[in-house]
């Protein structure tokens, strides 16, 4: 992975990017409700690398979809770079798109199988304003994007998402960021479906494109080793509440919540047989 | 020895594309599962994996196609089937298989019951409704979860709960050898360690006979399979026990996956992540030698040659690799 400071930034001083308050989602009624986020607060800052942990059923995605404003809020408020975000109309709502991407754990969900891999990367070259150039600049920055992800354009054009292994789908992924530059790079497990070996590559471009471009990037995880390992900043997130948050190395060194310091213990070690006496299949997880 | 469950011999398959460009994602693959025992195979994305289940299970439609190689079930030849006349005779009953991602291509508007339905009724299509419920009912009582989520839809289930319903449905039929690819990749550890009980449990009450399990984490397979198979480029390059592959991996790959988890610890942040550099090679122009040499540490000029033969060694162990094992422990041992 890239050279980086063992130092942590400081990001508390830099403008806010996206920012929240008492944020809430609640779902269903009667018995059939369910509070999947519960009055949560955050500040994420510009260029700043967060990590929103916790297990299944937590309500990371659904605050991530309402980042995304895919999804409105029961109540509470989200601001953008500290005003209160207005994505009320549709063309308010677009003019926010601009800025926030998203990539998701499934790669082939956030691909139209009948749209070609070159079609893909023309759009967002045209999507950034890019539809005059000459043709000869749009193939050179569709392959400098693939370059930047390790894959090789010229193996890629007239192919189909579905000719390729998850794992090119992921660095894809990336290179459509690449070539979109947001200000606001949403990863909802991006990770969990591939190999070490191309999760430590995806994670170095992702670093590298947070520090090339200067994105916030709001990374959603169950993974608190892979957390502390890439994030400026870990929000640890239990039943729709954020239990804890603040600096990666404080929160993960020195952790004062117990659903943190659990999922801490819980981390796999290589050569640690589990205990499954302990699992109970009967709890409704 | 056990009775051998499942047998592959040297199988060949490959994806037939556009302009003729084939690509050979399972070259020369052998391996046995004894009755009882489970099996885990890891690679990174591409490797394979995905293929060599289908490969396995005669799943052969369009573009995937058999070239050479057998396929033996409990004694039966099926490398010869029909794709179709497997679907019919082989899939549930002989081999279960729950495709990577399974849990989140469940039809979102069908309650779970008609997917037990639907296995049930492939194999036994005069079944009546409430003998498949009562059977539902038994087998998810018998492995820990509510027969309430039977008249349940798969959004209101969590990953967890999802996952363990599609591998109970999957397995209603008592099959010979299960096929999971990727079953726990996807969820947290506390759902991931419910998976992997229920799995044991199925296989201790003799409900599945033998299974294939499909990772890309070589260090989870510990807590999973009896046997680890490490799959490199469409070839096996090492096979052993899982204390074995875990404590003393002999291949250099094998070596390099072992290395690549992340511990929360004081130190980790900031550090290189302990990858192996580069990309596996192109599957449809692969290389004369060895397919790994380009990223090995180790490699030497001979390495590209020609093709490594698979080397036994200690009991029942094998890798591909032309340096020998004490060779190879020798530079791991002054890392
Ligand atoms: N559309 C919906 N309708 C009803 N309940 C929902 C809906 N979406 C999510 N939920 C519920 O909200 C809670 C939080 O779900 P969410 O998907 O946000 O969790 P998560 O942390 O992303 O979990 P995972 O790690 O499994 O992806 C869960 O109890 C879930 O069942
Ligand atoms: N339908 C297809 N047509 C052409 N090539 C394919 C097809 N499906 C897979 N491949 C290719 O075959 C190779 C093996 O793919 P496979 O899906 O078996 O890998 P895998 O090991 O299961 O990877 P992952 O961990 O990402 O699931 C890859 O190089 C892939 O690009
Ligand atoms: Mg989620
Ligand atoms: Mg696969």
């Not at chain 1, 139209?112 to 539809?131: P, S, W």
């Not at chain 2, 009980?197 to 989870?220: A, C, D, N, V």
């Given at each position: 992975?890239?050279?980086?400071?063992?130092?942590?930034?400081?990001?508390?001083?830099?403008?806010?990017?996206?920012?929240?308050?008492?944020?809430?989602?609640?779902?269903?009624?009667?018995?059939?409700?369910?509070?999947?986020?519960?009055?949560?607060?955050?500040?994420?800052?510009?260029?700043?690398?967060?990590?929103?942990?916790?297990?299944?059923?937590?309500?990371?995605?659904?605050?991530?979809?309402?980042?995304?404003?895919?999804?409105?809020?029961?109540?509470?408020?989200?601001?953008?770079?500290?005003?209160?975000r207005?994505?009320?109309?549709?063309?308010?709502?677009?003019?926010?798109?601009?800025?926030?991407?998203?990539?998701?754990?499934?790669?082939?969900?956030?691909f139209?199988?009948?749209?070609?891999?070159?079609?893909?990367?023309?759009?967002?070259?045209?999507?950034?304003?890019?539809?005059h150039?000459?043709?000869?600049?749009?193939?050179?920055?569709?392959?400098?994007?693939?370059?930047?992800?390790?894959?090789?354009?010229?193996?890629?054009?007239?192919?189909?998402?579905?000719?390729?292994?998850?794992?090119?789908?992921?660095?894809?992924?990336?290179?459509?960021i690449?070539?979109?530059?947001?200000?606001?790079?949403?990863?909802?497990?991006?990770?969990?479906?591939?190999?070490?070996?191309?999760?430590?590559?995806?994670?170095?471009?992702?670093?590298?494109?947070?520090?090339?471009?200067?994105?916030?990037?709001?990374?959603?995880?169950?993974?608190?080793?892979?957390?502390?390992?890439?994030?400026?900043?870990?929000?640890?997130?239990?039943?729709?509440?954020?239990?804890?948050?603040?600096?990666?190395?404080?929160?993960?060194?020195?952790?004062?919540?117990?659903?943190?310091k659990?999922?801490i213990?819980?981390?796999?070690?290589?050569?640690?047989?589990?205990?499954?006496?302990?699992?109970?299949?009967?709890?409704?997880? | 020895?056990?009775?051998?469950?499942?047998?592959?011999?040297?199988?060949?398959?490959?994806?037939?594309?556009?302009?003729?460009?084939?690509?050979?994602?399972?070259?020369?693959?052998?391996?046995?599962?004894?009755?009882?025992?489970?099996?885990?195979?890891?690679?990174?994305?591409?490797?394979?994996?995905?293929?060599?289940?289908?490969?396995?299970m005669?799943?052969?439609?369009?573009?995937?196609h058999?070239?050479?190689?057998?396929?033996?079930?409990?004694?039966?030849?099926?490398?010869?089937?029909?794709?179709?006349?497997?679907?019919?005779?082989?899939?549930?009953?002989?081999?279960?298989?729950?495709?990577?991602?399974?849990?989140?291509?469940?039809?979102?508007?069908?309650?779970?019951?008609?997917?037990?339905?639907?296995?049930?009724?492939?194999?036994?299509?005069?079944?009546?409704?409430?003998?498949?419920?009562?059977?539902?009912?038994?087998?998810?009582?018998?492995?820990?979860?509510?027969?309430?989520?039977?008249?349940?839809?798969a959004?209101?289930?969590?990953?967890?709960?999802?996952?363990?319903?599609?591998?109970?449905?999957?397995?209603?039929?008592?099959?010979?050898?299960?096929?999971?690819?990727?079953?726990?990749?996807?969820?947290?550890?506390?759902s991931?360690?419910?998976?992997?009980?229920?799995?044991?449990?199925?296989?201790?009450?003799?409900?599945?006979?033998?299974?294939?399990?499909?990772?890309?984490?070589?260090?989870?397979?510990y807590?999973?399979?009896?046997?680890?198979?490490?799959?490199?480029?469409?070839?096996?390059?090492?096979?052993?026990?899982?204390?074995?592959?875990?404590?003393?991996?002999?291949?250099?790959?094998?070596?390099?996956?072992?290395?690549?988890?992340?511990?929360?610890?004081?130190?980790?942040?900031?550090?290189?992540?302990?990858?192996?550099?580069?990309?596996?090679?192109?599957?449809?122009?692969?290389?004369?030698?060895?397919?790994?040499?380009?990223?090995?540490?180790?490699?030497?000029?001979?390495?590209?040659?020609?093709?490594?033969?698979?080397?036994?060694?200690?009991?029942?162990?094998?890798?591909?690799?032309?340096?020998?094992?004490?060779?190879l422990?020798?530079?791991?041992?002054?890392?």
């Open positions: 992975m890239s050279e980086r400071a063992i130092e942590q930034t400081d990001f508390t001083n830099r403008p806010l990017c996206l920012s929240g308050r008492g944020v809430t989602k609640i779902f269903g009624l009667g018995d059939k409700r369910t509070v999947a986020v519960d009055h949560v607060d955050f500040d994420f800052h510009e260029g700043e690398f967060v990590s929103i942990v916790g297990e299944s059923g937590s309500g990371k995605t659904t605050l991530s979809k309402m980042l995304l404003g895919l999804l409105n809020a029961s109540e509470g408020e989200i601001f953008f770079q500290g005003k209160p207005d994505i009320s109309t549709g063309r308010k709502k677009k003019e926010y798109w601009k800025g926030i991407q998203a990539i998701f754990q499934d790669p082939f969900s956030s139209n199988t009948f749209q070609k891999i070159d079609t893909v990367l023309l759009d967002c070259i045209n999507m950034r304003g890019g539809k150039l000459p043709k000869e600049k749009k193939i050179e920055m569709m392959t400098e994007a693939c370059g930047f992800v390790n894959l090789k354009f010229a193996e890629l054009t007239n192919k189909y998402p579905f000719e390729l292994s998850g794992g090119q789908m992921q660095r894809l992924m990336i290179a459509r690449f070539l979109l530059r947001p200000r606001i790079l949403l990863a909802d497990e991006p990770t969990s479906m591939v190999d070490a070996c191309s999760r430590a590559t995806i994670l170095d471009m992702l670093l590298n494109l947070r520090d090339e471009i200067g994105m916030t990037v709001i990374f959603i995880t169950h993974d608190i080793g892979l957390a502390y390992y890439i994030s400026d900043t870990v929000y640890i997130m239990e039943h729709g509440k954020f239990v804890e948050f603040g600096k990666a190395d404080e929160v993960i060194l020195n952790p004062q919540a117990a659903y943190t659990r999922l213990s819980d981390v796999p070690k290589i050569h640690e047989e589990w205990d499954l006496s302990t699992v109970d299949l009967l709890s409704q997880k | 020895m056990g009775k051998i469950m499942l047998e592959v011999k040297n199988l060949k398959t490959k994806y037939v594309t556009r302009f003729h460009e084939d690509v050979y994602a399972v070259d020369g693959v052998s391996f046995t599962i004894e009755d009882g025992k489970s099996l885990g195979i890891a690679g990174e994305s591409g490797c394979g994996k995905s293929t060599l289940a289908l490969s396995v005669g799943y052969y439609f369009s573009p995937l058999y070239i050479s190689g057998d396929i033996i079930i409990d004694g039966k030849n099926i490398s010869g089937m029909k794709p179709d006349d497997v679907r019919k005779s082989i899939l549930g009953s002989e081999i279960a298989y729950i495709p990577q991602a399974a849990m989140n291509a469940l039809n979102p508007t069908q309650k779970i019951i008609r997917f037990m339905e639907d296995v049930i009724h492939a194999h036994d299509p005069k079944a009546g409704r409430k003998e498949i419920r009562e059977r539902a009912e038994a087998r998810f009582a018998e492995l820990g979860l509510p027969p309430s989520v039977l008249d349940k839809h959004v209101e289930l969590s990953g967890g709960m999802k996952q363990r319903t599609v591998i109970a449905v999957s397995t209603i039929l008592n099959p010979k050898v299960l096929i999971a690819d990727e079953p726990s990749s996807a969820l947290d550890v506390t991931q360690k419910m998976v992997i009980k229920m799995l044991r449990e199925l296989m201790g009450k003799g409900y599945i006979k033998s299974m294939l399990f499909i990772t890309h984490e070589l260090p989870l397979l807590n999973v399979t009896d046997d680890i198979m490490v799959m490199y480029a469409g070839q096996i390059v090492e096979r052993g026990s899982a204390r074995e592959m875990v404590f003393d991996p002999v291949h250099p790959y094998s070596h390099g996956l072992m290395n690549s988890i992340l511990v929360p610890e004081e130190g980790t942040r900031g550090n290189k992540l302990t990858a192996i550099p580069g990309a596996p090679p192109n599957l449809k122009r692969p290389p004369d030698g060895c397919r790994f040499a380009e990223r090995c540490k180790y490699a030497r000029p001979e390495c590209r040659y020609s093709m490594i033969p698979e080397k036994s060694f200690d009991a029942g162990r094998m890798y591909r690799c032309l340096l020998g094992v004490d060779e422990k020798e530079v791991y041992g002054h890392e």
